[in-house]
């Protein structure tokens, strides 16, 4: 047989997903998880607005985010990031939360 003409094997990732989130309806009751991720260099936010995960953002990524849409600051989210650049961030956010969004310098502005 060629070797040339074998499926190359990928390594796998076992134990925890890349990127993981998912929208949600209800705030959860506890919040220590999100606490911890500090500490663990993670961007954790369960249960929060789009607004809330934004100023988290802006501290994490040293960026202004203007959200441009009442409704969608409203918007709940659960996920984390750990080594996400900020467009990789926001290109996840937009897998569960449609959304379009500009960059302009420093700012990123965040449209329905």
Known sequence: TNAALQPKKL???KDKPIIE??????YPTDN????????ESRLIFSG???EEIALKMVRWYGVKIVIKNEKLKKELLTGSFEEETIYQALDALQLTTPFVYKMNNNTI????
């Open 11 to 13: 390594p796998l990732i």
């Open 48 to 50: 929060e607005t789009l």
């Open 109 to 112: 502005t965040i449209l329905k």
């Open 32 to 39: 220590s998880i999100v606490e911890t991720g500090w500490v």
């Open 21 to 26: 989130l998912s929208h949600v309806t209800l």
